[in-house]
């Protein structure tokens, strides 16, 4: 089992950047699938950035590709996702997710582990 910690979430203005971290502990971090998902108010969470264990693949929503940057290191037992050029749209709780497999990278239902959510908020 693994534990998941976010963090880097802030109130921030459109146009500037954001790192979000996710800590992981418990298990052996690079075993697995993580993934970046969010949920905007009176939405469903949505699949934002994946990548997988050794990071040589990666996937990212057609909304933020281009912008967003996930990245891991698996000597810290952190992934990271570098948020560029941010939009209003892109307000959400922002969750880690992890799997040692996650059949679909794409989908929630994939992932077992959670974080708690660190909130991003872009105002215009």
């Known amino acids: 089992q693994v534990q998941l910690v976010e963090s880097g979430g802030g109130l921030v203005q459109a146009g500037v950047s954001l790192r979000l971290s996710c800590a992981a502990s418990?298990?052996?971090?690079?075993?697995?699938?993580m993934g970046w998902f969010r949920q905007a108010p009176g939405k469903e969470r949505e699949f934002v950035a994946a990548?997988?264990?050794?990071?040589?693949?990666?996937y990212y929503s057609n909304s933020v590709k281009g912008r967003f940057t996930i990245s891991r290191d698996n000597g810290k037992n952190t992934v990271y996702l570098q948020m560029n050029s941010l939009k209003p749209e892109d307000t959400a709780v922002y969750y880690c997710?992890?799997?040692?497999?996650?059949?679909?990278?794409?989908?929630?239902?994939?992932?077992?582990?959670w974080g708690q959510g660190t909130q991003v908020t872009v105002s215009s």
């Open positions: 990548i997988t264990r050794s990071g040589r693949n990666i």
């Open positions: 418990g298990h052996t971090f690079s075993s697995y699938v």
């Open positions: 997710a992890a799997d040692p497999d996650a059949f679909s990278r794409t989908v929630v239902a994939s992932y077992n582990y």
